[in-house]
C-alpha cells in the first residue's frame, strides 16, 4: 500500500532563517506530487506540483521553492523566511486509480517568528 | 479560474441527526470532478467523497452521500447518523478533467461540531 511521510511534523524558526520541508511517498513510482500550505482556519492554498522528476510548476509567486530530486521525494524551501511563511504544509500525491483522487500527508506545522 | 465557495463557516448536530454541508462552485467547463475532505483535529486531510461531474447519479459513501445539482453548480454534503466522530473541517474541491496537472481548488471549509 502507498504511504506518504512528511518531515519534520514542527518547526519553529526565526525570520530570515532557511527552510527546508521533505515530503516522501513510497508504494507508487512517479506519481504527482502537490504542496499545500493552510493558515490558520483557513481553505488550501496550492503553492507547487510536480509531475515528475525536475519537473516544478508555481501556482502562488513568493519566496517560497520546491524541488523534485528523486521520483518520490519532494522538497519544499525558503532561503529566508517571512512572519507569513507560518502555517500548516500539507504534501499530497495524486492516486493511480483513476479517480484523480489526491491523498495528504500528517502535514508540517511551521512557526516563523 | 474557478472558485468554490463554502458559505457556512461553522455548523453543529446534535448526535444521530442529519447535516448538510453546502458548496458552489463557479467554472465555464463541463468535465469536472468534486470532492469531500475532512480534517479534523490532528489535521490530517482525508478524502470522504468524490463525485465526476458526468455522472447524474449521486454518489454515496457509507453515511456520506452528496446532491450533485450540475446546472446549479451546487454540491452538498449530507451526513447521516451523525457521530462524534465526524467533529472537523469539511473542504469541498473542485478538479477540471482534463488539467495535466490534477490540481485541487479548495473551499475555504466548514467546521462540523457534533454534540453529544
Known amino acids: 500500500s502507498q504511504t506518504i511521510h512528511q518531515w519534520p511534523a514542527t518547526l519553529v524558526q526565526p525570520v530570515g532563517s532557511p527552510l527546508s520541508l521533505e515530503c516522501t511517498v513510497e508504494?507508487?513510482?512517479?506519481?504527482?506530487l502537490y504542496w499545500y500550505r493552510q493558515a490558520a482556519g483557513r481553505g488550501l492554498q496550492l503553492l507547487f506540483y510536480?509531475?515528475?522528476?525536475?519537473?516544478i510548476s508555481s501556482e502562488v509567486p513568493q519566496n517560497l521553492s520546491a524541488s523534485r530530486p528523486q521520483d518520490r521525494q519532494f522538497i519544499l524551501s525558503s532561503k529566508k523566511l517571512l512572519l507569513s511563511d507560518s502555517g500548516f504544509y500539507l504534501c499530497a500525491w495524486l492516486g493511480t486509480s483513476g479517480y484523480n483522487e489526491q491523498f495528504f500527508g500528517p502535514g508540517t506545522r511551521l512557526t516563523v517568528l | 479560474a474557478q472558485t468554490v465557495t463554502q458559505s457556512q463557516p461553522e455548523m453543529s448536530v446534535q448526535e444521530a441527526e442529519t447535516v448538510t454541508l453546502s458548496c458552489t462552485y463557479d467554472t465555464s467547463e463541463n468535465n469536472y470532478y468534486l470532492f469531500w475532505y475532512k480534517q479534523p483535529p490532528s489535521r490530517q486531510m482525508i478524502l470522504v467523497i468524490r463525485?465526476?461531474?458526468?455522472?447524474?447519479q449521486n454518489a454515496t459513501e457509507n453515511r456520506f452521500s452528496v446532491n450533485f445539482q450540475k446546472a446549479a453548480k451546487s454540491f452538498s454534503l449530507k451526513i447521516s447518523d451523525s457521530q462524534l466522530g465526524d467533529t472537523a473541517m469539511y473542504f469541498c474541491a473542485f478538479m477540471y478533467f482534463w488539467d495535466a496537472g490534477n490540481m485541487l481548488t479548495f473551499g475555504g471549509g466548514t467546521r462540523l461540531m457534533v454534540k453529544p
Open positions: 463525485q465526476e461531474a458526468y455522472k447524474q
Open positions: 508504494g507508487t513510482s512517479n506519481p504527482n
Open positions: 510536480s509531475v515528475g522528476i525536475g519537473q
